[in-house]
């Protein structure tokens, strides 16, 4: 097969805009579908509706490979290989909602021969099974199925999508498996080959696994507060053992974003539901939840009752160099600001158009120390690069109390009490 093949794309969200423009670099003719007009509009127009470093550039450098529609049919048309990257999100029970795939096979077209479902979008154990018997009992034995999961992050998605450290690929038979494993050679990396319901669980277990990791890592650092020792010492010294590893070791204010939080919930659902009691993911989520609120205590400490202060949070996203505030830390930690009675004040370099609309009560601003003027207190929630060189000097000269709480344990500790700040963070003394 050449890997000039064509290639459809449905849904142009993070993972869908990602693997379109990857495969547009890698030389192949892609077509993006999705059913939201503004969105295909303004790429049609040259923009990217979200904000992920090196992504515009690509499409950009693509633009002549790439197509981008409302047209389900012409996805399907020219393509042999579609992938589905439509979005799950969690439903009030927990369980993942999976309608959009579903209306992905309402959608297929009456012989598309050759054609292989590729599913990107994170879908609970079984999903593809489902989807086998469906597509058969449709009379559509002909169209293959393959799951290959996703493991980019945002904020470094490009470079994850490029020089990922595997590809799982899971099918029913090997054919449908080859030729998507063909269109990953490329890459050069290692190409693991599994059924499909072990590819799904490979998804949900790696990122139940890394939010474990952080949340393991949080009540150690919480257990380092009440005992003197240093958390980020304790990863390190943790981290050399090749057993556990350095990664995902930082404690902070516990996990958000798009992934962990609904994942996690869903594996421990999806367990539920087959009758196992995953009582270590109860714990994560509990310990995820409670890590966010621990700054309200710390706050108190230094300035008495919440009400009528005036608290800056500084960073929005539920990470840096992402405007993505889904489960971010800081909606949390605004809601339970006001709820003491907090005037609560919000700074972020892009995530400020999100905030607009899901931070009701807070007042937002694009200039950090315009955020500070007067502020009683500062709460560094994501760690992008301007709050890493937080300026002491003029901070402390707008602030109305020179009191820091670093959620992210950014800063030097000694620096900041060198500059006369309150200064406390996460698990450090
Ligand atoms: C995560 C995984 O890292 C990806 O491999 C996966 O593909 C993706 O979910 C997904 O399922 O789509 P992402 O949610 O973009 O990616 O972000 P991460 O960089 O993993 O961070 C998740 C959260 O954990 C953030 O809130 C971050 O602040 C927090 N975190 C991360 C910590 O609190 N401590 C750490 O040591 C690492």
Redesign the pocket.
């Known amino acids: 097969m050449s890997r000039l093949e064509p290639i459809g794309v449905l849904g142009a969200g993070w ?1 869908g805009l990602v693997t379109a423009a990857c495969f547009a670099e890698l030389g192949h003719e892609v077509c993006v579908r999705d059913i939201d007009e503004a969105r295909i509009a303004a790429l049609e127009a040259g923009g990217t509706g979200i904000y992920e470093p090196g992504l515009a550039e690509l499409l950009e450098r693509n633009r002549e490979r790439l197509r981008f529609t409302l047209d389900v049919r012409e996805a399907f048309a020219a393509a042999r290989s579609v992938f589905v990257c439509v979005g799950t999100p969690p439903t009030h029970s927990g369980d993942a909602d999976l309608s959009a795939v579903w209306r992905v096979l309402d959608e297929l077209e009456p012989g598309s021969d050759g054609l292989t479902l590729v599913m990107k979008s ?1 879908v609970p154990v079984g999903t593809g099974e489902k989807v086998r018997i469906e597509l058969d009992s449709r009379g559509r034995a002909d169209v293959g199925y393959v799951s290959n999961p ?6 470094t998605a490009v470079a ?1 999508f490029q020089r990922p450290d595997r590809v799982v690929i899971g099918s029913f038979g090997p054919g449908p498996g080859d030729a998507i494993a063909t269109l990953y050679e490329g890459l050069g990396v290692p190409i693991l080959r599994t059924d499909v319901a072990t590819a799904e669980m490979i ?1 949900y277990a ?2 139940a696994f ?2 474990t ?2 949340s393991f ?2 009540e150690i650092a919480n257990v380092c507060e009440e005992t003197g020792a240093d958390v980020s010492v304790v990863a390190r010294g943790m981290g050399l053992d090749p057993r556990i590893g350095p ?14 939080p609904k ?1 996690v919930a869903a594996l421990k659902q999806l367990a539920g539901n087959s009758g196992y009691h995953f009582q270590l993911l109860t714990a994560v989520i509990e310990v995820n939840e409670l890590q966010k609120r621990r700054v309200v205590a710390k706050l108190a400490k230094h300035l008495g009752s919440l009400r009528g202060k005036t608290v800056t949070l500084l960073g929005l996203a ?2 840096p160099n ?1 405007n993505d505030m889904r489960e971010a ?1 800081s909606l949390v930690l605004a809601s339970r600001l006001l709820a003491e009675g907090a005037h609560v004040r919000g700074w972020d370099p892009v995530a400020l158009g999100e905030a607009r609309e899901l931070l009701q009560g807070v007042e937002l601003h694009e200039d950090l120390l315009a955020a500070l003027e007067g502020a009683d207190a500062a709460v560094i929630v994501t760690e992008w690069d301007a709050v890493r060189a937080f300026p002491y000097h003029e901070a402390g000269r707008v602030m109305r109390s020179a009191v820091l709480i670093d959620g ?1 344990n950014v800063l030097d500790p000694d620096e900041a009490r060198a500059a006369r700040f309150f200064y406390e963070s996460v698990g450090r003394p």
């Open positions: 993972v994170t996703e493991f980019l992050a945002e904020g994850d998804k790696s990122n890394l939010a990791k952080i890592i949080n990664h995902f070791l930082r404690a902070g204010l516990g996990f958000g974003g798009s992934c962990f994942d539920f990470k992402t830390s992210r």
